[in-house]
């Protein structure tokens, strides 16, 4: 279960569930209430940073595998992740929060480029600071941009949400006596094969100690819900 102590997170918010029900693009309602979920956050004291993913717009790995480059796919896949930011920031204001889009890929005219430091200050201001572009290399997930951006803000916690409300012993789609861990180590993850993250975000989040909560996105009470111990979840740590 997590707890109060936690007070600088960061959230993975990934692409597809930005989609909501469709597969493609952004479903306002749904940007809405991961918006106003934020917001209310940071209206209860919590410092909150965010990545998103891009999924919903565009993968790399989809042009490379019809044969095209991998670094043109990675950056229009990281563009994608940047329309997202946009539109999550947008519809953060619009919910009487403040909100910074900052990316790592260099676009003045769009959003700041990030630096801990600029981003670390729109914490401590209360706003939130959403982090789009990924890492800013191809050949990473925004999985990774998450974990590197909640070491490099010292956030306490990574929360990733998914489609079911934490890690199991087998895939709980397939397996009815699957049964779902509240808490495990990083080592029995990866003893046990579990998927978490892909492995450079699950190593860079082992290295620094940063524990990671996965969640279902889903979950009434959004990671409120799982901060108060109110929602199940699976502590990774
Ligand atoms: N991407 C990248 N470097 C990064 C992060 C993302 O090249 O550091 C590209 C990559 O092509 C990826 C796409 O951006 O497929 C969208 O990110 P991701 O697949 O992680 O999004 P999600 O699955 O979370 O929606």
């Known amino acids: 279960m997590a707890s109060q102590s936690l007070k600088r997170i960061l959230i993975k918010v990934s692409g597809e569930a930005l989609a909501g029900d469709g597969s493609f693009g952004i479903e306002s309602q749904f940007?809405?209430?991961?918006?106003?979920?934020?917001?209310?956050?940071?209206?209860n004291g919590f410092e909150v940073a965010i990545v998103v993913g891009g999924g919903n717009i565009f993968r790399g790995m989809s042009v490379a595998a019809g044969g095209a480059?991998?670094?043109?796919?990675?950056?229009?896949?990281?563009?994608?992740?940047v329309i997202?930011?946009?539109a999550l920031g947008d519809a953060i204001r619009r919910q009487g929060g403040k909100a910074r889009v900052f990316s790592n890929l260099v676009m003045p005219d769009v959003a700041d480029h990030f630096t801990a430091r600029d981003a670390r200050q729109t914490l401590e201001e209360g706003g939130i600071a959403i982090c789009?572009?990924?890492?800013?290399?191809?050949?990473f997930t925004t999985d990774t941009a998450a974990a590197l951006k909640a070491v490099e803000l010292q956030c306490d916690a990574l929360f990733?949400?998914?489609?079911?409300?934490?890690?199991?012993?087998?895939?709980?789609a397939n397996?009815?006596?699957?049964?779902?861990?509240?808490?495990?180590?990083?080592?029995?993850?990866?003893?046990?094969?579990?998927k978490v993250m892909d492995m450079a975000a699950f190593a860079l989040a082992r290295d620094n100690k940063l524990p990671i909560f996965v969640y279902a996105l889903d979950v009434a009470g959004g990671v409120q819900a799982i901060i108060e111990g109110k929602a199940f979840s699976t502590r990774v740590g």
Request: hydrophobic share 35%.
């Open 69 to 81: 480059d991998r670094v043109v796919g990675d950056h229009m896949g990281m563009l994608a992740t």
């Open 31 to 43: 940007l809405d209430e991961v918006a106003a979920q934020l917001v209310h956050l940071t209206q």
């Open 175 to 194: 397996n009815p006596d699957a049964k779902r861990f509240d808490q495990i180590s990083y080592d029995e993850v990866i003893s046990r094969n579990l």
């Open 132 to 139: 789009s572009g990924g890492t800013g290399n191809p050949y």
């Open 160 to 172: 990733k949400g998914t489609k079911v409300d934490g890690v199991y012993d087998a895939d709980p």
């Open 84 to 86: 997202n930011c946009l």
